[in-house]
């Protein structure tokens, strides 16, 4: 028997996003529409953590998750830079998100999906690039045939950036926290992943 058959992959260093990347991306999920918790990836072990109780009413409204092998640094925020006119832009420091639309009620996090990427949006938590992808669930009936986000209905992408700019505020606040700077369509967001890609190879595999 293989010996690596009796450890189980780390979801972020030892599961591959896939041969076909950008266009279809094996991406991790961690959280569900159905979660009450933020659950997230322990970067040490794999294993999935609870990070917080959701602490107020909102709930995720779509698959929620990262890339394997990405990670926002340098490369990532400089396109940020690029597109925004800003300064003093970097990467997060985590692997790149995922928001992956589907018709199907999928109850767990924790699980592989093959997701085609349609757009992000370009958001900014403290002068750290933090980019959301929006993809769709790779065979999905109702939303196979978006190939953009232009395609994407306006109330989803309403619902999406209202949970990005709240899911951090406090009731009582009244300035966000975070800024989706604006939305892009496929093309960049290939160019995102790809930038997160050798951001990964620079961090991990060329040190």
Excluded at 37 to 47: F, H, L, N, R, T
Aim: negative net charge; proline residues 4%.
């Amino acid at each position: 028997m293989d010996e690596h058959l009796k450890f189980q992959l780390h979801p972020w260093h030892g599961v591959s996003i896939g041969e076909k990347a950008p266009e279809v991306c094996t991406s991790f999920i961690e959280i569900v529409p159905t979660d009450t918790i933020k659950y997230e990836v322990d970067k040490a072990s794999g294993i999935l953590k609870v990070d917080r109780p959701q602490q107020f009413s909102n709930v995720f409204p779509a698959l929620y998750g990262f890339l394997p092998q990405t990670f926002c640094d340098i490369e990532v925020g400089k396109l940020c830079m690029e597109k925004t006119g800003k300064t003093g832009i970097i990467g997060d420091q985590d692997p790149l998100d995922i928001i992956v639309l589907t018709e199907k009620i999928i109850a767990r996090g924790g699980i592989l999906v093959q997701a085609i990427p349609i757009g992000g949006f370009r958001m900014i938590d403290q002068n750290q690039a933090d980019d959301k992808i929006i993809a769709i669930m790779k065979g999905d009936e109702v939303y196979g045939s978006w190939k953009d986000l232009s395609d994407v209905n306006e109330a989803i992408l309403t619902r999406l950036k209202h949970y990005f700019l709240t899911y951090k505020k406090n009731p009582d606040e009244t300035a966000n926290r975070v800024e989706i700077d604006g939305i892009y369509g496929r093309e960049e967001a290939y160019e995102v992943i790809r930038r997160s890609q050798t951001d990964y190879q620079n961090k991990f595999l060329l040190t």
